[in-house]
């Protein structure tokens, strides 16, 4: 049997062989009697755990122990001799969510290369395993690991190793000076310099993130500008525009404006040999779409890859895996669509569904012309963190969100009171949650220090 990504059969490439696996020895419930770990999965997370090695996709809301099931399922191929540590890749957003899943698995691997050492044969691991702790499994957020795809492979699209990224407040600066040397049209401008800067920082994430070049949004505000200007409205002679329309206009036009000295932002970072953020993204997809080398050596370097909150992936990083990890390959994309917090720099939510769609498998099987099927779909229905009427009140808050969700989640924990307060600013807020923590709070005896001059710590103060 052979594995192929849709992307990949368009583009004529060869299919993968899949390997030939060993019949696991262990079921996700005995290796976690072995590991003497005290909570065995769920049969959801059991499935999960045990699947192929094809892509999948895995709905999973908050609270529904995503973290423990992917770590869970690093541990089990291990200890099934499908993958060594070192051939697993794990993908999350933030540093402290790439350290926690780092964490687990590390913890997981050691017990298990304990236990392996000391086996006499009772449980017959594979070779290999005892001696699998030199090696760890890579865990990295998005943009640490789209800064390696640069710093390994940049050099064919001219991109130095050790070209300098640009920070926050040095992007902002340099932002700042283009706005400030802008000679094009800016009349219509009511905007301050500021307001202007930020502007151009947003739509040039905006542009990496999307794969869009700023002449592109350029060109599609002028001819805007253009169908607007012929609207009956406007083109009439004997009448001025209203003042909305007018406002519109220039609007359209500040747009255009802001996306010209985007292009000469970028032009700027050329010139000076420099990057920011929102470019690594960017240019670690043209590599995987334009280098086959990147895509040939990421896929035998890593068999087996975890992609965590996908619902918060842009188009930039969906480009980047779809096309390093296309073929076939053993992704696991982890994701809510409740959950989806960056749309403001081009991430969607609705873009989890489309793994199945960007990550199918065909299957051949020698009768015929090979088929095409959309990845599978796995949820987590069981929420251990929240109670009934907690998850109840969420659901009440989340219905918008529910038209193409998954089946309805099941609590692990009974019904217990939920607390609702409407307060009116952040001071508020802030004084309720402490007196609420504060009464279950054991007393203490240091007492609250002030700094001379200061007027006393209000009660329940934060």
């Known amino acids: 049997m052979t594995v192929q990504t849709l992307a990949g059969i368009e583009a004529g490439e060869a299919s993968e062989e899949a390997a030939v696996l060993p019949e696991p020895r262990f079921s996700p419930g005995e290796l976690t009697d072995i590991l003497g770990e005290r909570n065995r999965p769920t049969e959801e997370q059991s499935a999960i755990i045990a699947s192929p090695l094809t892509p999948r996709l895995v709905i999973a809301g908050a609270g529904s122990g995503k973290t423990a099931t992917m770590a869970d399922r690093v541990v089990w191929l291990v200890a099934n ?43 017959g691991f594979p070779e290999g395993v005892a001696g699998s702790d030199e090696l760890e499994p890579k865990v990295s957020t998005y943009h640490s690991y789209a800064s390696g795809i640069v710093s390994d492979y940049g050099l064919r699209l001219g991109i130095e190793r050790d070209v300098v990224l640009l920070g926050g407040a040095q992007a902002w600066q340099l932002a700042s000076e283009v706005v400030e040397a802008y000679d094009g049209d800016y009349e219509h401008f009511t905007a301050a310099k500021s307001t202007l800067v930020n502007a151009v920082m947003q739509l040039a994430g905006e542009c990496a993130e999307h794969l869009r070049e700023p002449a592109e949004v350029q060109g599609w505000l002028m001819d805007r500008v253009s169908e607007f200007a012929q609207l009956p409205y406007m083109s009439a002679a004997k009448k001025n525009p209203t003042q909305a329309a007018g406002d519109l206009g220039a609007m359209l036009r500040t747009r255009a404006s802001v996306a010209d000295m985007v292009g000469r932002y970028q032009e700027a970072k050329r010139n000076r040999g420099v990057l920011d953020f929102g470019d690594l993204v960017a240019l670690a997809a043209k590599i995987a779409q334009d280098i086959p ?23 930039a990083q969906l480009v980047l895996f779809s096309r390093l990890f296309g073929g076939g390959h053993a992704v696991t994309a982890v994701g809510d669509p409740n959950q989806s917090i960056y749309g403001f720099r081009g991430a969607s939510a609705g873009q989890l569904f489309h793994f199945v769609q960007e990550f199918p498998v065909r299957v051949e099987d020698g009768l015929g012309p090979a088929s095409l099927a959309k990845a599978p779909t796995s949820y987590l229905t069981t929420a251990w963190r929240n109670g009934r009427n907690i998850l109840a009140a969420a659901n009440v808050i989340a219905a918008p969100l529910n038209k193409a969700a998954a089946s309805e989640g099941a609590p692990a924990r009974g019904p217990k009171r939920v607390l609702w307060r409407y307060l009116h600013c952040s001071r508020a807020r802030q004084r309720r949650t402490a007196a609420l923590f504060s009464d279950d709070l054991p007393p203490t005896k240091t007492k609250p220090q002030r700094l001379p001059g200061r007027p006393p710590l209000p009660p329940h103060s934060l």
């Open 293 to 315: 080398l990147a895509a040939a050596t990421e896929r035998a370097r890593y068999k087996v890859v975890l992609l965590d909150e996908f619902q918060d992936t842009s188009h």
């Open 81 to 123: 001799g499908w993958v060594r540590p070192e051939e697993v890749l794990g993908v999350t957003f933030t540093r402290k969510a790439a350290g926690e899943l780092a964490s687990r698995i590390r913890a997981k691997l050691a017990t298990l290369q304990r236990i392996a050492s000391s086996d006499n044969g009772e449980y």
